[in-house]
C-alpha cells in the first residue's frame, strides 16, 4: 500500500478474499477514528459492523497495535541480522518492507503462545508445514540465469539476496547484488551462513514496483475479524499468500525403488543427524560383500504383518493364505463339524512370516495357521510334549569343524 | 478348534475338528519330532547320544551330521553328492526348503570368508535395543561396573518386573554368540523375582554396552587345529547373600571358542581352592561331552585336552590322592575331576 486511499479497495479485496478462500463472512471491523475507515456504505453493503475505538484510545484497539508491536519487532531484528551499512540506508527502507513481510511469513510460522502454542499456519490450512522451506532472511544466494538468455560463456549464476516469497509463485524472491534487480527465481542455491554487503553500483532502480504483493498484510492490520476465524485469521490470511507447496508425498524415484540405498536407514529412524551417538556409526556395513550386504538389507527392512486385519489387504498374503489352507485340506488336517456340548474349542490364530533366500531376495511370503495351544490342559488334551531342541554349543561346534574342514 | 480367520462355512458355530497335529498344539513339536526322526532313522541315520536333535550318518563313501532345531535344519558333510540326495529325499517326504549355504540360522548371522566363518545375531541386538528404545543411547564400554549397590532390602522393588524380565531372557538368548556379555547377564539374571531401580540401571548399562558394538559375535578361523584347550576359573564368595562363589570357564578347539560358562555355584565353598575344585568338577562334565560329540562327529581326537587352572591347590587336590582336613567334606560328585584325570580325559596345566 503506496497511499492510504488504497484501503477502501484493499478493504474490499480482503472481504471478498476470506469469502472465496475459507467462506467465512467478516462480521466485524474494529478500527481508530481514522478517516480512512470510514466507509459506510461499503460497510452497510456487505453487512459489516464497524467498531471504533475512543478518540486517543488505542488501548481499544489492542489487538491490532499489539500485533502492529510484534510484527515490527521482528523485522527489526531481521534488519540488524543483515548488518546494513549506512550508505544503504535507502536500500534498508525498501529491504524493510520485504523484511515485514518475511516477518509475519515467519511469525505464522512458529508456534504462538496464544494458541497453546500451536502453528496457525496449520490451524488455518490444517496441514502440516513443509519447515524446509524456510531461508535465513538476506542471505547469499545464488540464482540461475535464464538459459535462453545466455550463451556459453555466460555465468551461469546470479549473486542474490535472499528476500522472502511471493504469493502464487513456487520461487523465491532474490535481489540481484550487482544490478539491484528484484526477481524471483525457483532454482536457487543457498548460502544461509553467509551475508554480503551490495556492490557499488551507478544508476539505482527503484525496487518500489515489486511492492504490491505487500498489500495484504498492511491491510490486514487493521482489520480485526471477530467470532468467524478467531484472532488468528488476519495474520494467517497472508499465508495464503506464499507459495502453495506441493503436498505430494515424497519418495525415491521408482527407478529405485529394487534397491536399498540407506542400509541403516531401515531399522533406525532418519534424523540420525540429531542424535548424538547414531547406532549407524557401530554398525560397520562396509567390509561385507554384495550378497552378504543384499542379505542383511532385505532381512532388516521388510516387516511382516501381525493381524490378519492388516494381511488380509495385501495379495501377496492372502495367497500365502489360501495355499496354507489349501496345504491343510490335502493333508486331511480337520474336518468341520459341530461342537460337542460341554467342550471348549481351541483359539487358532494367523502368523505371517517372509522368507528370504541366501541372496537377500524375498523367497516367499509365509502364512501359518497356529493353534493356541496354551489353552490346552495337561492330561486331557495332551500327555507328552516333550522335545528335543539343539544346543548351542553343538550349534556353535558344528560350525567350527566345518570352518576347520573347509 | 475355532475355524480360523477368513474361512466361512454355511453354519454357524461350527468347529474344526483336529485329525492331525497343528502348529502351537502343545504336542505340535513332538509329534513332528518323532516324524522327522522316523524318517531319518530310514535313511540310515543315527541319532546321537550327547546331542538328540543331532543325527549323523557315516557310510564308506562319506559322513554326514544332520543338526534339527524343531523345523530349522542344518546338514553338513564331506560329500556334496551324498548332501544334495538328503535334500531331494527329505523335500520329497515334508517339502523343505533348501536355503543354500547357511547365512541366517535361528537368527544367528553366519557370514564367510577364506579366513573363517563369523557368527553374530546383529539383527537380534538391534531389535533388542530398538524395542528397549536405547538405540540413541550412548554406547559404553563396558557390560557392568563392579561397585554396583544390589542390597535389595534397601531400595524399593520396581514395578516393571515384565521389562526386566523380557530384558533379561532376551540377552539370555544373545549371550549365544556374546560371551563378554555372559557374566553380566548371569549376575542380574539372579534377581529376576524382584528387580531394583539398581537392577534396572544395570540393565540398561549392558543394553548401552551392546548398542557399541551390535555385530560383535564369534569367529571360527579355518586354519585351526581341533584340539581342546580349556580354562577353567572360579571367585570366592562373591555374592554378597548367600557367600557363594561363580565358576566361569571357557572351551576353545584349536582357536575357536565353542563353549562357556557363568555359573553361581550351589554350595558355599570353605576356600577359593574348593571353589576353584567345583569349577574343575563342572568343565571336567562339559569337556566330556564335548569329547563324546566330537566323536560322534567323527573327529579324532586321541590327544588328552589341556585344562588350565591356576589354582595350585586345586590342582593338587585333582591330582595327588591325598586326603587332607579341609577336603574331607567336599563332595563325592566333585571327584568327578580326579577319575577323569585318571582316565586321560584331559591334562591339569597351570597358566604361566
Not at chain 1, 524456510?134 to 544466494?141: A, E, H
Not at chain 1, 484472532?231 to 521408482?254: C, F, G, H, M, Y
Not at chain 1, 517372509?354 to 524375498?362: E, Q, R, S, T, V
Not at chain 2, 551390535?214 to 557367600?243: Q, V, Y
Request: net charge positive; aromatic share 10%; with cysteine.
Amino acid at each position: 500500500m503506496k497511499n492510504k486511499s488504497e484501503t477502501r479497495s484493499l478493504l474490499y479485496d480482503f472481504v471478498k478474499y476470506a469469502h472465496t478462500q475459507f467462506s467465512k463472512n467478516v462480521k466485524i471491523i474494529r478500527s481508530d477514528n481514522s478517516s480512512e475507515f470510514n466507509y459506510k456504505d461499503f460497510y452497510n453493503n456487505f453487512g459489516i459492523i464497524h467498531q471504533t475505538s475512543c478518540v486517543e484510545t488505542p488501548q481499544q484497539n489492542s489487538v491490532v497495535e499489539r500485533k502492529h508491536q510484534h510484527i515490527l519487532n521482528v523485522a527489526r531484528s531481521i534488519m540488524f541480522h543483515l548488518n546494513l551499512p549506512k550508505p544503504f540506508c535507502n536500500y534498508a527502507i525498501s529491504h524493510g518492507n520485504y523484511a515485514i513481510s518475511h516477518a509475519v511469513f515467519i511469525i505464522n510460522r512458529i508456534p504462538s503462545a496464544a494458541m497453546s502454542f500451536k502453528i496457525p499456519y496449520e490451524l488455518l490450512y490444517k496441514r502440516k508445514l513443509d519447515f524446509s522451506i524456510l531461508k535465513v532472511f538476506g542471505c547469499l544466494c545464488f540464482a540461475s540465469t535464464i538459459a535462453n538468455n545466455r550463451n556459453k560463456f555466460d555465468c551461469r549464476s546470479r549473486k542474490c539476496i535472499f528476500l522472502g516469497f511471493k504469493n502464487g509463485v513456487k520461487g523465491y524472491v532474490v535481489l540481484d547484488t550487482k544490478s539491484r534487480e528484484v526477481f524471483i527465481s525457483r532454482d536457487v542455491i543457498f548460502h544461509e551462513r553467509t551475508f554480503i554487503q551490495l556492490e557499488e553500483q551507478i544508476g539505482q532502480t527503484d525496487s518500489e514496483e515489486d511492492m504490491s504483493y505487500l498489500s495484504y498484510e498492511n491491510a490486514g492490520e487493521h482489520v480485526q475479524q471477530q467470532e468467524n476465524i478467531n484472532t488468528q485469521t488476519k495474520e494467517d490470511i497472508n499465508e495464503s499468500n506464499d507459495v502453495r507447496r506441493s503436498s505430494r508425498l515424497r519418495k525415491a524415484p521408482d527407478y529405485l525403488k529394487d534397491y536399498h540405498h540407506h542400509i541403516h536407514n531401515s531399522t533406525i529412524s532418519h534424523n540420525d543427524t540429531q542424535v548424538m551417538y547414531p547406532i549407524s556409526s557401530v554398525l560397520p556395513y562396509n567390509s561385507l560383500d554384495k550378497n552378504q550386504l543384499c542379505l542383511i538389507a532385505s532381512i532388516s527392512s521388510h516387516s511382516e504383518p501381525k493381524l490378519y486385519e492388516e494381511a488380509v489387504k495385501s495379495a501377496e498374503w492372502r495367497n500365502a493364505m489360501k495355499d496354507e489352507i489349501k496345504a491343510l485340506n490335502t493333508n486331511e488336517t480337520w474336518c468341520i463339524t459341530d461342537l460337542p456340548p460341554g467342550k471348549k474349542s481351541i483359539g487358532c490364530k494367523w502368523l505371517y512370516k517372509l522368507k528370504f533366500n541366501a541372496d537377500g531376495k524375498i523367497e516367499r511370503h509365509k502364512a501359518r495357521l497356529v493353534a493356541k495351544g496354551y489353552t490346552q490342559v495337561e492330561g486331557v488334551d495332551y500327555h507328552e510334549t516333550f522335545s528335543p531342541v539343539a544346543k548351542m554349543t553343538t550349534i556353535r561346534l558344528l560350525i567350527a569343524v566345518a570352518a576347520t574342514k573347509n | 478348534m475355532d475355524l480360523p480367520q477368513g474361512l466361512h462355512t454355511e453354519k454357524p458355530n461350527q468347529v474344526c475338528r483336529l485329525k492331525k497335529s497343528l502348529y502351537g498344539l502343545k504336542q505340535a513339536s513332538r509329534q513332528w519330532y518323532s516324524k522327522l526322526a522316523n524318517c531319518l532313522y530310514d535313511v540310515g541315520f543315527t541319532q546321537s547320544s550327547s546331542d538328540y536333535s543331532l543325527f549323523t550318518r557315516k557310510t564308506t563313501s562319506g559322513f554326514m551330521a544332520l543338526l534339527v532345531y524343531v523345523d530349522d535344519i542344518i546338514l553338513a558333510g564331506d560329500n556334496a553328492k551324498h548332501i544334495s540326495e538328503v535334500k531331494v529325499f527329505l523335500n520329497r517326504k515334508f517339502k523343505i526348503k533348501d536355503l543354500g549355504r547357511l547365512s541366517f540360522f535361528l537368527g544367528l548371522e553366519v557370514t564367510r570368508s577364506k579366513r573363517g566363518i563369523h557368527i553374530n545375531q546383529r539383527k537380534y541386538a538391534l531389535d533388542i535395543l530398538a524395542d528397549s528404545g536405547m538405540l540413541a543411547a550412548k554406547p559404553c564400554s563396558t557390560p557392568i561396573t563392579k561397585d554396583i549397590k544390589f542390597n535389595s532390602d534397601e531400595n524399593e522393588p520396581i514395578h516393571e518386573e515384565g521389562t526386566y524380565r523380557r530384558a533379561i531372557g532376551r540377552l539370555l538368548y544373545l549371550t549365544n554368540t556374546r560371551p563378554d556379555i555372559n557374566f553380566a547377564v548371569q549376575f542380574l539374571s539372579q534377581f529376576v523375582q524382584s528387580p531394583n531401580m539398581y537392577h534396572h540401571q544395570a540393565v540398561n548399562r549392558v543394553l548401552r554396552y551392546i548398542k557399541g558394538s551390535p555385530t560383535r559375535g564369534l569367529f571360527f578361523p579355518s586354519e585351526s587345529n581341533m584340539k581342546l584347550n580349556a580354562f577353567s576359573d572360579s571367585d570366592w564368595a562373591s555374592c554378597n547373600f548367600t557367600r557363594r562363589s561363580t565358576t566361569g570357564f571357557c572351551v576353545y578347539m584349536g582357536s575357536a571358542l565353542i563353549s562357556w560358562k557363568t555359573k553361581k555355584q550351589n554350595i558355599v565353598s570353605r576356600s577359593s581352592s574348593e571353589a576353584e575344585y567345583r569349577a574343575l568338577a563342572s568343565i571336567a562334565c562339559e569337556l566330556q561331552w564335548i569329547k563324546t560329540l566330537l566323536q560322534e562327529l567323527q573327529i579324532e581326537t586321541s590327544d588328552s585336552a589341556k585344562l588350565f587352572c591356576d589354582n595350585q591347590a586345586a590342582r593338587h587336590i585333582a591330582q595327588n590322592p591325598v586326603f587332607h582336613e579341609r577336603t574331607k567334606h567336599i563332595k563325592i560328585d566333585c571327584h568327578v575331576v580326579k577319575e577323569r584325570l585318571q582316565n586321560g580325559l584331559f591334562h591339569l596345566l597351570p597358566i604361566k
